[in-house]
């Protein structure tokens, strides 16, 4: 891929005032700590065609870093792809660490399962390959589950962000941390509908319903981070 070819993906994931900008911070900040292996995987993934789901590689940074605040052991992931937030997980996650990660589709975890293995650390991962109510509805049956769980991430379907989150405020611990992505939708929450593209106006009305729930929920404190596509980082606090 060619510089220029770089700059388009990358930009397409940031929602900074410019190419250039989004750019400043990928190379002087969040590429000299990349680790490796998530470069390879990120590089791979620029090759497929829906390399647009990715996580974003500065909100993947911040990510590494809430995990290491909370010393997080276990964790959720609903919505994998090739697996580039996962595998950051696991290499932030401790060795006895576990991380449930629910997709649909196994295909694309597949194209960034060979980097997992390189990195050693597919022994932390239990993928299901599934829809992920009936996955969270399971874990729930356990009452060893509730309150389990460290971090949670969700970068999946946004009609359901709400029933997820109900979940999750049980599984995930007081104090434990749970984020959002693509809570920004391209930014077309900030734009009348009319002039929102129409691929889009789906996606910004879940979205709209979604971000004010989430400010009015009394069980967590909240931080919309305009990194990536928006991701919203939420406290659990009862």
């Not at 060795?95 to 975890?109: C, F, H, L, P, W």
Request: include cysteine; glycine fraction near 6%; hydrophobic fraction near 40%.
């Amino acid at each position: 891929m060619d510089n220029e070819k770089k700059r388009s993906a990358s930009f397409s994931k940031g929602l900074l005032q410019s190419g250039e900008l989004y750019q400043y911070v990928l190379e002087t900040n969040v590429y000299p700590r990349e680790p490796e292996l998530l470069k390879e995987l990120r590089d791979m993934t620029a090759t497929y065609p829906r390399a647009i789901m990715a996580t974003a590689p500065d909100a993947g940074q911040l990510i590494a870093m809430l995990l290491k605040l909370i010393n997080a052991k276990r964790t959720i992931e609903v919505g994998v792809f090739t697996g580039y937030s996962l595998l950051l997980t696991a290499l932030t996650v401790p060795e006895d660490g576990k991380i449930v990660a629910i997709d649909m589709n196994r295909e694309a975890y597949e194209i960034g399962l060979p980097v997992i293995r390189k990195a050693g650390v597919e022994n932390k991962i239990e993928f299901i390959e599934s829809e992920a109510l009936p996955v969270l509805d399971q874990l729930l049956e356990d009452p060893g589950n509730e309150n389990g769980f460290d971090f949670a991430f969700i970068d999946a379907d946004k009609i359901n962000y709400w029933k997820y989150h109900e979940r999750l405020m049980k599984l995930v611990k007081v104090g434990g941390i749970v984020v959002y992505d693509n809570t920004l939708w391209a930014g077309s929450v900030a734009m009348p509908e009319e002039c929102t593209p129409e691929i889009l106006r789906e996606g910004r009305q879940r979205t709209l319903e979604f971000n004010k729930l989430l400010a009015a929920d009394p069980r967590v404190e909240i931080s919309l981070a305009p990194l990536g596509d928006g991701i919203t980082i939420c406290r659990r606090m009862h």
